[in-house]
């Protein structure tokens, strides 16, 4: 059980410190934006960059105080930590290499985490993280956006419930074609994604593959028995995975199909998600997040729309159907839970089970797995490997 | 040229007071949402509420101070505009009926206004509220939130670019379903919008169709010289239109088709325009705002997806292609490019036109008048009305 | 009652002869090629063109003995009539100002009808065949052929069966674009039906207005009270609508808007028919024909496909769902109906109302009262004008 | 070089005979259907069932003589030999167990031959079946009937003429589910191919993921250099596979996974290929055959439509664009191309590679190979063969 280590923010509004997200970061916006969707969390302190100079500008911008900018995520731990109004949580949207060191000192400061995927570089890190958070009672969000999704939580919900019966296959997909051309010397986004130094032993696999394998373990719930994999590199003079593919075996039996890629063309960010069981299916599609599809054996395949009043409580939002949520909402939502349970926890209450539902160390976890899995296989000529 | 009335913001953010948006409003907390998602605008002050209570409550919730809560439109204008650190700015999103009287309130206090549409109940009120605004160089911005949607900037870009050539036919329309059962006696929104007294002289015409034609007119730019128009009202004791069929001839020699419905089910929010010129044509629908459709004569269909290189820069938006905006990053748009503007005007410049960049009085005014003359054309037995 | 007025064809088989569709001719080798679809029905004679030699080329090639290559539908008519094993049938495939003078020669030599739509320039030449082939008791098929396709006999099948309630608006749509360019001058198929003296009083409402009219009627059953059209010609020098926008009322109190169009670039044949109901609604593409989705209020919407076990009888087809039918297949199961009526009709039994299940001549004057209300309407600014 | 060994047909017309087809079978009806669209083949002998008695019942109502309805295959390729006006070639339409000997029988017959795939059960039977075609001079097509798509032809035609580059992935994918439940008691179809001794040593994989393999190899011409692949058995009692997951190395580097599954609810016949290049990709779906996307790095996404003058001369088609053309017109585009190879060989002329343009006996093997190589590596646990 987790209790609250810190006393409640003024006025129910969280104080968090952000890592990474210097000016031009794409991700560190969409983490400010959302946060603040809802009102319940406000920015106050960063260290926004490696370049000092870059953080303060950033800090300047955003109206921060200068004296919570800070050259580096150990400075902000042990500073906010020891602060009255210091931060309630710190997120770490910096690059993969940083989210172990980063989110370790903020733990060990008493300071909740929100971390971006993966989440860290090995398996041993991540049980480690795991083991502080709950051993200081404080909560760990391993930021999978794509759970916020409420159409993706409405196929959970059916899933669980068993409106599609016993789950046979799984076949999920994730194709973009940003690095079909070598951008690795102009694009940032880019140069740290293809270093093995700042992203891990896995680019493709590491930074979208999972995205697959979370996707799937959210909504169906199945732990992987066994996976096979065969890792490509396409692209002159690059050392990671940009196109991997995998076979999958679960606990359960069923069978899975996992396709990422980062050079096809034609594709953004085309997530795609289908969950085959004895009963009926359900496909969902990241660039179409408003909708679900879903048919019963032997009857028209139905289009779910977000927002109407069929759909499973879980599967709230905040516009009426037809008005599009996208992105930015499916990470306020995950912002707003987690937000929530750190409130209810800093107001001495336990929290149930179902108010912990945000990914959490749990599932970084099995991401880390995964990863490693797929790059072990890969290595050995695509033998199987048990998870 | 609009100058500036009133000393510069502290710190660049805007301070706002919002008439209308109580508790269970679904539009004022799009509003609120996307006032505040660039961090330009803070709200300050409200009238939420005809019931003063309500107001207190949600202003409560919101965290805003007790004293800048107001009873009604009119005391939130004397007031603020007497405070050293009164609103910038003032939003109605208020039923139809209040709009022209809280406007001249605003206005006349010397406070921009930012009024959801319809614009006014008549094209007099429409052009005094214009008149006002333009003698006290103040902004009014009419929230015709559509024209916020990138790929639909990125259609107008293409459409005054003569990419699709001299336009001959504009097919629009907004079919929605939610008032195919006769629920206003429990549902506000249903209630009001029913109304006569509160929503003027047309039902859908006035709150759908209306947009459909703010739409066809920002993309082409066409001007409308005469409609006929049959409105039809569905439902049980019902005396406003639920359904409007208008046949239209712009001064360009143009045609057009416009349907909008409140009684087609299967449709939530399907807003669909499609322009056809003597090169090209591009089709836009609402519910999928990512994509634009673009055919020049004798090639394939191509898919625009927003978030592109090949996109004009008017289609400039926050997320990479593949991870969805919607409607909240629409508004967002719009309050950025008015914050803007005022922000500018309050530092004492001049605006340029391509500053002005959003829906104004002169939008509000056409919108008036399309929603008059359908009415006009229908009573009529679907004569031709000129414009 | 119709009986039969030939001897039976030998083996099941009928023989029919075409007037139109020499070589080049696109629509006259559809009929040949669906009227053998199914091995009812086998060329026998041919008036292929006002050209005689081109007819005895297309007869050479098809295989026709020469004795039967005609000059013109008159010789062929009265020469078929005398033979014992003259055609049972004759099908006109040539341009609109042959249908009445050819289909008048064959009904009074004796022998039954397929005629192309639309049926006849003036409303009295259409009963005044309806009212020749009655007398005789004689087969008249006007080839409206979309009524065909089996999903939107599905169509039809569930609006009949009140799955949809009572109709309250059709919205139908037939948008082309292969006249956005005056080809008139090298591409037949331009030509005449751009020519007055060839194609009647109108070019697009009479050859595909007429498609939404018949394809409305088909799947509603709603009689057209009164319409009033807007009908343009886009294009230097042409004569005849080339864009139509028509606005309706039913005698059931429903309300329609039809749109057709040869201008509209991005278009090939994309007629597409809504129909919303009290209780649902259904929509069908013909250039998706597979399918066609169905909404009750409050429920997902359903997309339904041709060759599944939850469709009605009605929507009976050849092919297992999930591979393709379409323009061929629908025309042969018009063929496939009309030669088992007349099949049986031969036998000397008399046919039931379902067995005399496809367009025929009410079809025909319910098209030839549409164009020519449109006209009217058109020249008179757009008035109502009653059917 | 392939010439002729047959007195040509009268008329220009083709005679064949088919194996399989019986009254109830699906196939053997879109054979006849589709071999006589065009006017060049006519059914004139059959061995239509294993029973006589069905047999001649379904030839009776084909029109056929009496003494050309056999009891089996050899003795139609006897006699047909034999007789003066003897068939041109043979269909093979009857379950895959029957391939090999009545193939050969006709073979040696010197009759050509036209037969269903998946080939032969075993590499040997395939190939010595192509040799004796070869030392005979007989023409023999595999009937890979999407081939005959015409946008699929035109996706090979992009590819081959290096429009999407060097290829680096195939996704193939080819989902039914029409197994999902265990109806071989009832169902016929399903029963031959639920059953080792008539379908060979694979069902799904033969049936459908043999569909996979032919449609990737014929767009983009790879050769597999090895595969690895999980086969599953789902569904109580069955022996052999109902899903199929396969991953490749192609000769040249590329990579792919193939999907095929006759138990993925939602599913009909999606067969789907996609081919990713260096330069562009391709995208194609048997259930929407009309269209083909195709995306050039950097560009939007182009939906090509059949029929439009755009096309490369090898998707030359029936229709114009916008009236959908499907699986009969597939099938009838193949049957063409052979007959006319047939009469041109027949007539004496030497016949090129480009009118040999039908899937053959080369086409057969690859197949077969396929077919092996699937099921040995998922004995072996999904280790990597070579082909």
């Known amino acids: 059980m987790i209790e609250s280590s810190k006393l409640s923010s003024s006025q129910g509004v969280l104080r968090y410190g952000m890592v990474g997200g210097g000016a031009g970061a ?4 969409v983490h400010r934006k959302t946060a603040a969707f809802d009102g319940k969390c406000a920015l106050a302190a960063g260290a926004f960059s490696r370049d000092f100079d870059v953080t303060k500008q950033t800090g300047i911008e955003l109206g921060l105080d200068e004296d919570r900018l800070y050259p580096d995520f150990a400075a902000m731990a042990e500073k906010e930590a020891a602060r009255e109004d210091g931060i309630d949580f710190a997120v770490i949207a910096a690059p993969n290499y940083i989210h172990f060191e980063a989110a370790k000192a903020f733990l060990e400061s008493g300071i909740h985490v929100v971390c971006e995927k ?4 090995t398996l041993e ?5 795991k083991r502080i958070a709950e051993n200081k009672g404080l909560l760990l969000c391993v930021m999978y956006s794509y759970s916020g999704y409420p159409m993706l939580r ?4 059916m899933a669980r419930a068993g409106e599609i019966g016993e789950v046979l296959m799984v076949m999920g997909e994730y194709p973009q074609d940003w690095l079909i051309e ?3 010397g102009e694009q940032r986004q880019a140069a740290w994604r293809t270093d093995q130094a700042m992203a891990g032993v896995s680019n493709c696999t590491g930074d979208i593959g999972s995205h697959i394998e979370n996707t799937a373990a959210f909504v169906t719930g199945l732990k992987i028995k066994r996976l096979l994999a065969r890792l490509d590199i396409v692209g002159q003079g690059r050392t990671l995975d940009t196109n991997s593919a995998v076979l999958l075996e679960y606990e359960s039996g069923a069978t899975g199909m996992y396709w990422s890629s980062q050079v096809a063309i034609g594709n953004d960010n085309a997530l795609t998600l289908r969950v085959y069981g004895t009963k009926g299916s359900i496909e969902w599609e990241q660039e179409y997040p408003n909708v679900l599809r879903f048919t019963r054996a032997g009857e ?3 289009t779910l729309n977000r927002g109407h009043g069929y759909l499973h409580p879980a599967a709230a939002s905040r ?3 037809g008005h599009s949520e996208g992105y930015h909402e499916a990470f306020a939502n ?8 750190l409130l209810k926890l800093q107001s001495g209450e336990a929290l149930t089970a179902e108010e912990l539902d945000f990914p959490n160390a749990d599932d970084g976890i099995e991401g880390v797995k995964f990863i490693h899995a797929c790059v072990e296989s890969s290595k050995k000529d695509s033998q199987w490997v048990e998870l």
């Not at 890190?125 to 993280?129: G, K, N, R, S, T």
């Not at 409405?154 to 919900?157: D, I, M, S």
């Not at 995950?334 to 349970?341: C, G």
């Open 118 to 121: 993966p989440f860290t570089f």
């Open 154 to 157: 409405q196929a959970r919900a």
């Open 26 to 29: 794409f991700i560190g916006d």
């Open 319 to 321: 516009l009426p159907s």
């Open 182 to 184: 070598v951008i690795e």
């Open 334 to 341: 995950i912002y707003s839970r987690f937000a929530d349970a």
């Open 300 to 302: 028209p395949t139905r």
């Open 125 to 129: 890190q991540a049980i480690d993280l």
